[in-house]
């Protein structure tokens, strides 16, 4: 296909479509673009939105998320993953604050951002202030390599580098921001990775997948994700109606969460009752603890690993010398303590 006739059948479907069913759409506030492109890497369209409208109404400004306790922020992010995302808004929030106080309006100085990478980076730029930058994410490489049969692996550098070249070529210079939302919602609506809907396809008379048939082959990875699996054996330890909680200070997953005492195993554990209280006897010399449930086996599958386990909640009597060290809290009050999705999910399920 050509790149002109690509790149105005692109934009009249666009036009014609007029998608604002999103809060982000049209949105011209650097710092609101920002925020929904942190919130949606890694993260479903579905599930984004509304954790991107509670934290507008909760943090309205660049300003109101930098003055925010960590806590707060945390919790605001609870369930949404890659906590890491979460630590970077909350650094460069803080940067900009402490500056002139003005998200900055160039490619290079959005770039230098902590966690903006080159996507990030020209979203913004051309949703924000209309400059020339093409975005390449997970929605342009599809529709690049579909409608023009590019079998290069997206995930190599020669993938790379051949992608973003050529979603610079297509970008249409005059409405950047419209265009690359344009391409954008076109892979997450139409050309969809399972189940594309190419009877609704304004591209496909000219897509070469479509014409050979490649369509559920492409885009092509050349990396397999191979997944480990721990085990997470949590015990939720109550005492004078108090849970024992501590944080995770760890470079691991889950930094600067919430968790319960956790016991890791390099394999799965058959947990009963005589089996918890002899190892409660072994860790801490308590033998007077009581057994008050085992869940059943609990499972959450992360990018590269999966976590499995079970809770274990156990009513103590006394602390024993050298147990072990965290905080206790008001058992009524621990929802408001921003924990992993393995956990929360427990918790919220009771």
Known sequence: MRHDRFTALLMAWHHSANRRDMPWKGEKDPYRIWLSEVILQQTRVEQGRGYYEAFVRAYPTIHHLAAAPDEDVFKHWEGLGYYTRCRNLLVTAREIAAGD???PSS????LRLKGVGPYTAAAIASFA???PHAVVDG????VLARVFGIHTPI???AGKQEFTALAGRLLNTDDSGAYNQAIMDFGATICKPLAPRCADCPLRRTCTAYRQGSVNILPVKEKILRRSTRWFYYFIFRYKGQLLVRKRTEKDIWQ???E??????PASTRWNDAAISEWLREQFGIRDAVVESISPLQSQTLTHREIRGQFITVSLKKLPPGFPRG???PEKRIRELAFPRYISQYLDGL
Do not use: C, K, M, Q
Not at 139 to 142: G, L, Q, S
């Open 139 to 142: 929605n342009v490489f599809r």
């Open 260 to 265: 319960f005492y956790l016991f890791e195993s």
């Open 101 to 103: 106080g003005v998200f």
């Open 327 to 329: 905080t206790w809290h």
């Open 155 to 157: 995930d190599s550098a």
């Open 256 to 258: 600067d969460l919430h």
């Open 107 to 110: 490619y290079p100085d959005i």
């Open 129 to 131: 202030f209309g400059l």
